[in-house]
């Protein structure tokens, strides 16, 4: 008799993503006991690393239409001993019921988050200064963006990310959308300054004007910046050969790929070629292996771009303008008209919620303009 493979195509894998190990472990330790049991009705459970839902859905018809199970004659409570069908067949139903619950978590989270708000499922959870004492709490929030020209608010956007780098390029599509250009200088501070980014501008004709997450340290630290131990301070002699303080040479090792960079950039790992005896390795490393650094020329050069941008008379006017505006814009926001507080749910709410503040705030500032215009005169 031909034994019976219970699977269906597109249904051995779950598409979206693994809930946990540990739990896909779990069915497969079941599937083998119910195999056990199986093989006696020339039938099999087809054992993978993975499942979906619909699969276990359709391993339970079978089992109830193999053991012709009645759930109505299932016993329960102190004083009954459940049978080995009903104890396998209610431990199926209750992992297919856990894995519809993590595959609904996922799709509500989505591939951008990693955590949601029951009470908000628009909402993702971020560390919150909710004191000025700087006592953060790790709240439901949303990432509010607003892009201000000449003291108005241009633009304003509403990411579900915790990081403001994630946040530029939906701003200045936000900004492209409603305007039909690119802002020639966007400014912002050093949260927004990636490499992602400055190619986006540099796609977009756009000057970069973003300080980078190090560039205080690399203006203002002289002692930083001037390192010798610092990768990018290494001395290369006249072959090309980067050269350590103690001037041992580094090799090149491997190149590879950015972890989360958009567009192929890459880092070129050296290691030296003996640290032994070294009298400075105290100082350079923290490992008894010889030490090994990594370089990204085209970080390095794009950084550089950036600080003379940024150090230059008109740099340094935007630099001012920026924190004069946009800092001014949420402190009056903030501070003068006590919104604190998104009150509403759900993303769509929150934008519109955030679109009447906006127009709210240049209404106000257009009027006092006017209003200074007519006594002055």
């Known amino acids: 008799m031909k034994r019976t493979q219970i699977n269906t195509a597109g249904y051995g894998r779950n598409p979206l993503k693994n809930p946990a190990t540990s739990f896909f472990a779990k069915i497969t330790s079941l599937f083998e006991l119910l195999n056990d049991d199986l093989k006696y009705d020339h039938m099999s459970v087809n054992i993978n690393t993975e499942y979906a839902p619909d699969y276990l859905r359709l391993v339970l018809d079978k089992l109830k239409e193999i053991w012709q199970i009645d759930e109505t004659a299932f016993v329960h409570g102190s004083g009954h001993r459940k ?18 619950e993590y595959v609904e978590k996922i799709q509500i989270c989505g591939t951008s988050r990693n955590s949601y708000s029951k009470t908000d499922t628009d909402a993702t ?10 006592n953060d709490q790790l709240l439901p929030a949303y990432n509010v963006q607003i892009g201000v020209a000449d003291e108005f608010i241009a633009v304003i956007d509403v990411n579900q990310y915790r990081s403001d780098m994630d946040c530029f390029v939906p701003l200045m599509e936000e900004f492209h959308e409603v305007y039909g250009a690119y802002p020639k200088y966007p400014v912002a501070d050093a949260g927004y300054g990636s490499f992602n980014n400055y190619i986006y501008c540099e796609q977009h004709g756009m000057e970069k004007y973003m300080k980078f997450p190090m560039y205080k340290k690399e203006t203002k630290d002289k002692k930083y910046h001037t390192n010798p131990f610092r990768p990018i301070n290494s001395r290369v002699d006249e072959n090309g050969t980067i050269r350590c303080p103690n001037d041992r040479a580094f090799k090149f090792i491997y190149r590879h790929l950015v972890r989360g960079n958009l567009y192929g950039r890459q880092e070129e790992v050296f290691e030296c070629e003996d640290c032994q005896g070294c009298p400075l390795a105290e100082q350079c490393k923290k490992t008894p292996k010889n030490k090994r650094i990594s370089l990204s020329r085209e970080r390095n050069n794009m950084y550089q771009e950036v600080q003379d941008n940024l150090e230059s008379i008109h740099g340094a006017l935007l630099r001012m303008n920026r924190s004069i505006q946009a800092e001014g814009t949420f402190g009056i926001m903030k501070h003068d008209r006590w919104y604190k507080r998104i009150v509403r749910k759900r993303i769509d709410s929150v934008k519109a919620e955030l679109y009447l503040v906006a127009l709210g705030y240049n209404l106000r500032k257009y009027i006092t303009k006017i209003m200074r215009i007519r006594i002055a005169a």
């Open 83 to 100: 049978s080995d069908h009903q104890r396998k067949y209610e431990q199926l139903k209750a992992y297919t019921s856990k894995l519809e």
């Open 125 to 134: 959870f971020m560390r919150i200064k909710s004191d000025y004492m700087g």
